[in-house]
């Protein structure tokens, strides 16, 4: 006889690539629901097409483990870094071009720059794709299940409390 749990851990699949974007991890790929990895598919393979990525030239998602809330029945998923660059890394580009602009000449100037950065910061388009395009949890009460370095700036939950921000500094937790 089986028991509930194990049945559930059947149903659960590898994190998925897609054709413009491969899915990469450190060590097995985490098991997911069939639910979650359809959307982040969906999700990530727009991103991929979006930034220019193809079949031939791949952008590289660099997934982690998640311990705790919707990981251990395996809806949500962690994102560390794009095209082997940590998501601390892209946020620290996005601000130091943030403060390029700030100190800007005019306002063509830092219109140019903050452009530019949006248009090269894989990071924060990888945010804004899964806050777009993604269907994500919402449990009663709670907030919309999507976090990361960018969540006080661009939402969906800008009253994010600096603790739940620190522990999203260095990547993306969605949950589905
Ligand atoms: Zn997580």
Not at 13 to 26: E, Q
Not at 101 to 108: G, I, Y
Request: with cysteine; charged share 25%.
């Amino acid at each position: 006889m089986r028991c509930a749990a194990n049945t559930e851990l059947v149903d659960r699949v590898p994190v998925p690539s897609g054709c413009a974007y491969r899915a990469v991890f450190a060590g097995e790929p985490e098991r997911i629901t069939a639910e979650l990895a359809v959307e982040l598919r969906r999700v990530l393979e727009r991103f991929a097409e979006e930034a220019g990525a193809t079949a031939a030239k791949p952008v590289r998602i660099g997934f982690g483990r998640g311990i705790f809330g919707h990981h251990q029945v395996g809806r949500a998923a962690d994102i560390y870094a794009v095209n082997g660059l940590r998501l601390d890394g892209w946020k620290r580009c996005w601000d130091t071009a943030q403060c390029r602009a700030a100190r800007a000449a005019d306002k063509s100037e830092r219109r140019l720059i903050v452009e530019t950065e949006q248009k090269q910061n894989l990071g924060w388009r990888l945010y804004k794709a899964l806050q777009l395009y993604g269907r994500w949890a919402q449990p009663y009460g709670y907030p919309i299940q999507l976090f990361g370095p960018w969540t006080r700036s661009e939402g969906p939950w800008r009253p994010i409390s600096n603790f739940l921000l620190n522990a999203h500094r260095d990547h993306i937790h969605m949950s589905k």
